[in-house]
């Protein structure tokens, strides 16, 4: 089993080094994506937490085989 996780500081600095000054404000703080594919886990973590928490859970609920983790700020 494969995890694949996107962390709020880690995608702010892969913003910044590109030049984008805006950053993802939601409620999470962390996505963790499980299943068998690393680099899809690695996608729908990276998805799941642009999306944000509801939409996210929805998103992930689309692929079978898939587990995750949405750690929020509330």
Avoid: P, W
Wanted: proline letters at 0%; glycine letters at 8%.
């Amino acid at each position: 089993m494969l995890v694949g996780s996107y962390h709020a500081e880690r995608l702010n600095k892969l913003l910044q080094k590109a030049g984008i000054h805006s950053s993802v404000k939601n409620d999470l703080l962390s996505v963790s994506i499980t299943g068998a594919d690393s680099m899809v886990c690695d996608i729908l973590s990276t998805a799941a937490y642009v999306l944000g928490s509801k939409k996210g859970v929805q998103l992930i609920h689309n692929y079978s085989g898939f587990d995750s983790v949405f750690i929020t700020s509330r």
